[in-house]
């Protein structure tokens, strides 16, 4: 089956590509048969692709506006065509005039388009500000080549690769970029992991040396939903703990505009207070979340997570201990 799509892909390239092609041509290009080359033309036509037949030794063209933009060339592809430019004064002989000029505006079209996708992944980061970390001399100036990167990347859906510094250790990663969320001095990145084939969020300032694959990829939206489940359609499941916090009236306008990943279940209480259910991510994440809200925010479930914010208490309290 995936066969059969790069085919009928290649053909549309073709025909867009040469008006006119002949089954014959088609079948020794895509290296089948011409029988075949009728079939695809039937399923194609079946797809509303406006391609025809023009008649006895005229081959195939497009019959309306349609076409496709397949120049967004891998590496391997534009160092090909570009490496024509070496032979040119040997093949000029054999070529039309304006076949040079053609080349020329070809080159400098891909080389355009690869330039501007820099450009803007460059701008388009510089209008970030992200905190540096404690030992680095930089003073955040300089835009974070693994956010160009990513830029890059998820505009035009390739997988990326590097390492990545986590707590525990350094290690490899192979992903394909979905999502970058803004925190308080830090983007997060949420991305399918190849290597532990499941949806992962990733501090941006830990990931380095990333560099684009040539792979491609497409967002599995089934994945997608599942990892941001509502904490309502997450209840009572075991893959993820659900809290249960109630904040005070003083804080509720506060809380009712915090923007979170998992959608929460808020009950407003005849006091004035909130109830506030959600999915817990990381801890430690979600103990210096809730930290900022002090005494106006209480842990109701589970209790396994008050016993850590006392413990979390317990010790900030001895830091500031003066007898």
Not at 257 to 266: G, S
């Amino acid at each position: 089956m995936t066969d059969r799509l790069i085919r009928l892909m290649r053909i549309i390239t073709l025909v867009q590509a040469k008006p006119g092609i002949l089954a014959r041509e088609l079948a020794e290009r895509c290296e089948t048969t011409e029988r075949t080359i009728y079939r695809d033309m039937e399923a194609l036509s079946a797809m509303h692709i406006p391609i025809a037949n023009m008649g006895h030794g005229r081959g195939y063209m497009f019959i309306s506006h349609f076409a496709m933009y397949p120049l967004n060339w891998s590496d391997e592809e534009a160092q090909a065509f570009m490496q024509l430019a070496e032979v040119m004064d040997d093949i000029r002989p054999l070529l039309k005039p304006a076949f040079e000029s053609a080349y020329e505006k070809v080159v400098a079209s891909s080389l355009k388009h690869s330039t501007d996708q820099v450009e803007w992944s460059e701008q388009i980061s510089g209008m970030f500000r992200e905190g540096t970390n404690v030992w680095d001399d930089q003073q955040g100036d300089e835009p974070n080549s693994s956010l160009i990167t990513l830029l890059q990347a998820g505009i035009s859906q390739n997988s990326v690769e590097g390492s990545y510094q986590s707590q525990e250790e350094k290690e490899i990663i192979r992903m394909d970029p979905y999502f970058l969320i803004p925190r308080e001095y830090q983007f997060d990145l949420v991305a399918y992991c190849h290597l532990s084939e499941r949806i992962r969020t990733f501090e941006v300032n830990r990931l380095q040396d990333l560099r684009m694959m040539p792979r491609t990829f497409r967002k599995n939206d089934y994945l997608i939903q599942s990892y941001f489940r509502t904490a309502r359609t997450m209840k009572g499941s075991s893959e993820g703990a659900v809290v249960k916090i109630r904040f005070s009236s003083l804080v509720v306008e506060h809380v009712m505009q915090e923007r979170l990943l998992a959608a929460p279940i808020v009950t407003i209480e005849p006091e004035g207070t909130l109830l506030f259910e959600t999915v817990l991510g990381d801890v430690d994440q979600f103990l210096s979340w809730i930290s900022k809200y002090g005494p106006e925010a209480e842990i109701l479930e589970p209790k396994h997570y008050r016993i850590l914010m006392k413990e979390h208490l317990r010790r900030w309290h001895q830091v500031y201990d003066d007898s």
